[in-house]
C-alpha cells in the first residue's frame, strides 16, 4: 500500500533540503557494492533526525541499526564538535561500505559503531542518551522500544522509523507488522511519553519521554 499519494511524496520531497556531499558519496558507495539499497532511510526521514537533533539540543544519540551509515551521518551533522552517536549494527559487510566514512572529520571524533546484536549490545552501554534512533529488525520493535526506555533520559526523544511497514500494520499480516503493530500499542498505551506518528515515507513515531 502507498502510504502518501506518490505525486504528493515527489512533490514533497522536491521541497526538502538536499543532501550533503558526504551522502551522496554514501549511497553511491552502497549502491555500488550492494544489489538492494533500499534500507536506506533517505533524504525526509534523514533530514528529519538531523532537525530533531538539532532542535533538542541532543548531545548523546544511540542509533539501533546503521546499514551503510546514511542516518548516522544526518544526525551527526546536528551534534555539537563534543557531541556522540553511538550506533549498532550486525552485519559487517554494511560495516566495510560505512567505516571509511565514519573515519572522515568531523565523523571521526563523534561517531562509534559496534557490530554485533543490538538485543546483546544496548543492556551493556553504561551511559544514557537524548535520543535514540530505533531502525534494525522489525520482529525485535516491541523489545527494542523497552530497551530504549532504560536507556533515555528524562525529556528524551525515541524515535522509530517504519511503523507502518507499508500499511501491514492495518491488518497485521505477517509477523513483522504484527510485531510492529504491538509496540505501537505498547507506545499509545505508554503513560510516560507523549507520541506522534507521522505517515511520512514508511511512517515515523516520534516519542517525548515525559517522565520515568
Ligand atoms: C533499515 S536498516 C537501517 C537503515 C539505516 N538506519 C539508514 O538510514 O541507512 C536496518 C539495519 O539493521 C540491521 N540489523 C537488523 N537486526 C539487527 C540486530 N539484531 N542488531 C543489529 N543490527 C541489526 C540490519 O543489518 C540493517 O543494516
Redesign the pocket.
Known amino acids: 500500500m502507498e502510504i502518501t499519494n506518490k505525486q504528493i511524496a515527489e512533490y514533497t520531497e522536491s521541497f526538502t533540503s538536499e543532501e550533503p556531499e558526504i551522502i551522496k558519496q554514501l549511497v553511491k558507495a552502497?549502491e555500488n557494492d550492494l544489489q538492494h539499497?533500499d534500507?536506506?532511510?533517505?533524504r525526509q526521514?534523514?533530514l528529519l533526525?538531523k532537525m530533531l537533533v538539532a532542535i533538542s539540543g541532543s548531545k548523546r544519540v544511540l542509533?539501533?541499526?546503521?546499514?551503510?551509515?546514511?542516518?548516522?551521518i544526518?544526525m551527526a551533522d546536528a551534534l555539537p564538535d563534543d557531541g556522540e552517536l553511538i550506533?549498532?549494527?550486525?552485519?559487517e559487510r554494511?560495516q566495510i561500505i560505512s567505516e571509511p566514512f565514519f573515519s572522515k572529520e568531523p565523523y571521526r571524533n563523534k561517531i562509534s559503531q559496534k557490530?554485533?546484536?543490538?538485543?546483546?549490545?544496548i543492556p551493556k552501554i553504561e551511559r544514557k542518551f537524548d535520543l535514540i534512533?530505533l531502525?534494525?529488525?522489525k520482529v525485535?520493535y516491541p523489545e527494542y522500544y523497552r530497551l530504549a526506555k532504560t536507556k533515555i533520559n528524562s525529556g528524551g526523544l525515541i524515535v522509530i522509523?517504519?511503523v507502518l511497514w507499508d500499511g501491514d500494520v492495518l491488518e497485521k499480516k505477517n509477523r513483522k507488522a504484527a510485531a510492529i503493530h504491538q509496540m505501537n500499542e505498547i507506545i499509545r498505551d505508554d503513560k510516560e511519553v507523549e507520541q506522534l506518528m507521522l505517515p511520512l515515507r514508511d511512517g515515523v513515531t516520534i516519542v517525548r519521554v515525559l517522565r520515568k
Request: negative net charge; glycine residues 12%; proline residues 0%.
Open positions: 552502497s539499497v534500507m536506506l532511510s533517505g526521514t534523514g533526525l542509533e539501533v541499526g546503521t546499514f551503510t551509515g546514511y542516518s548516522a544526518m550506533t549498532c549494527e550486525m552485519n554494511y557490530l554485533g546484536n543490538a538485543l546483546d549490545l534512533f531502525d534494525a529488525d525485535n522509523d517504519n
